[in-house]
T-cell receptor, first 114, second 115 residues
Framework: GAGVSQSPSNKVTEKGKDVELRCDPI?????LYWYRQSLGQGLEFLIY????????KSGLPSDRFSAERTGGSVSTLTIQRTQQEDSAVYLC????????????FGSGTRLTVV | AQKVTQAQTEISVVEKEDVTLDCVYE???????LFWYKQPPSGELVFLIR??????QNEISGRYSWNFQKSTSSFNFTITASQVVDSAVYFC????????????FGAGTRLFVKA
């Protein structure tokens, strides 16, 4: 696609429910990243996929968070048993490779846990 | 470990003033990249520039210029003759070979340009 597409754009969920956030990167981009941005804060790295390599999961805050990337394209970030502190904007980005390219970001998914 | 510090939380200027956004980074790697991104009020992050650790040449693009100095571990961003449309949050970022080239972002500097 022309840009990085994320869905849904907004998600309100009840505490304790599971949510899935989707990211469709730019076609041909081998690297895909998930970040979290809390209100008025910077970007917190979550996870990084590069080609067929094992993902870098070093930023996932707890075992309630997981992500997968199918067929080297679409990625899904899953948050289980959501908590209020999970409320944030979840940003996906992609780049042509993993070697220091600038990222193209999606518009994000605003997650609100009530 | 890689780290990016943007000491200026918020800056407010009047249109046509020049403004410099500071960025200081920490890395033990010799191969790394530095970036600036802009996040306007609409929210979508936009990539502005990338420099690699082997190229300290300053860069100018229109009203934007970047000063990379390894001696002070700084990568500062100057906007000349600021405009209201420059109002945004600006993030400095670093990716290093030792970190698998994942990008770590600074906390951001919010720039207000008043007419």
């Amino acid at each position: 696609g022309a840009g990085v597409s994320q869905s849904p754009s907004n998600k309100v969920t009840e505490k304790g429910k599971d949510v899935e956030l989707r990211c469709d990167p730019i076609s041909g981009h081998t690297a895909l990243y998930w970040y979290r941005q809390s209100l008025g804060q910077g970007l917190e790295f979550l996870i990084y996929f590069q080609g067929n390599s094992a993902p870098d999961k070093s930023g996932l805050p707890s075992d309630r968070f997981s992500a997968e990337r199918t067929g080297g394209s679409v990625s899904t970030l899953t948050i289980q048993r959501t908590q209020q502190e999970d409320s944030a904007v979840y940003l996906c980005a992609s780049s042509p490779g993993g070697g220091g390219y600038g990222y193209t970001f999606g518009s994000g998914t605003r997650l609100t846990v009530v | 470990a890689q780290k990016v510090t943007q000491a200026q939380t918020e800056i407010s200027v009047v249109e046509k003033e020049d403004v410099t956004l500071d960025c200081v980074y920490e890395t033990r790697d010799t191969t790394y990249y530095l970036f600036w991104y802009k996040q306007p009020p609409s929210g979508e992050l936009v990539f502005l520039i990338r420099r690699n650790s082997f190229d300290e040449q300053n860069e100018i693009s229109g009203r934007y210029s970047w000063n990379f100095q390894k001696s002070t571990s700084s990568f500062n961003f100057t906007i000349t003759a600021s405009q209201v449309v420059d109002s945004a949050v600006y993030f400095c970022a670093l990716s290093e070979r030792g970190g698998g080239f994942k990008t770590i972002f600074g906390a951001g500097t919010r720039l207000f340009v008043k007419a």
